[in-house]
T-cell receptor, first 112, second 114 residues
């Protein structure tokens, strides 16, 4: 099992550009989430999904879109990147809401 | 809205000694889960221990244990016999039983001194 994979590992964007951060898991987990981690602020939930076709907003959803067409994949889209979106992004999955969340290795995004 | 507070930005402990990391939370709910996650320099998030609010018994995982005080809304992590590999950021997290929304604290950086 590869677990949770994220691509790319690093990305530099210019303000206004769009891009998609990829997240995939091979554990057949129903629950998946996207977080951003900023210095001094811990992890903040952006969007989450409790199954294919079901997504919901987290604490900081503005500027991000998600979709969940398959159990395995949960991409995060930045429609028009802003410097405030410079952060490290983590994807996570779990079998259910209580058991362990498995995290991907993260994507470091810089928006100039 | 629920909040999670970790008031110690940084802690140090001598190797083989015991250290306690603090976490307090605010909620009006009675059913929820609490977690401690470890983030070493590799950036990988690792679950250390979890606690169900309805269980009075404190969770224990080898050298890691918690002191869960529900009335005081406190959830501290005790690390016994500290090892160099314990050096990391530690995050406390809360999740309501009714949702999948996790709320993380700002973290405590633990340094282990040889």
């Amino acid at each position: 099992n590869a677990g949770v994979t994220q691509t790319p590992k690093f990305q530099v964007l210019k303000t206004g550009q769009s891009m998609t951060l990829q997240c995939a898991q091979d554990m057949n987990h129903e629950y998946m989430s996207w977080y951003r981690q900023d210095p001094g602020m811990g992890l903040r939930l952006i969007h989450y999904s409790v199954g294919a076709g079901i997504t919901d907003q987290g604490e900081v959803p503005n500027g991000y879109n998600v979709s969940r067409s398959t159990t395995e994949d949960f991409p995060l889209r930045l429609l028009s990147a802003a410097p405030s979106q410079t952060s490290v992004y983590f994807c996570a999955s779990s079998q259910d809401g209580y058991n362990e969340q498995f995290f991907g290795p993260g994507t470091r995004l810089t928006v100039l | 809205a629920q909040t999670v507070t970790q008031s110690q930005p940084e802690m140090s402990v001598q190797e083989a000694e015991t250290v306690t990391l603090s976490c307090t939370y605010d909620t009006s709910e009675s059913d929820y889960y609490l977690f401690w996650y470890k983030q070493p320099p590799s950036r990988q998030m690792i679950l250390v221990i979890r606690q169900e609010a309805y269980k009075q018994q404190n969770a224990t995982e080898n050298r890691f244990s918690v002191n869960f005080q529900k009335a005081a809304k406190s959830f501290s992590l005790k690390i016994s016999d500290s090892q160099l590999g314990d050096a990391a950021m530690y995050f406390c997290a809360y999740r309501s039983a009714g949702t999948y929304k996790y709320i993380f604290g700002t973290g405590t950086r633990l340094k282990v001194l040889a």
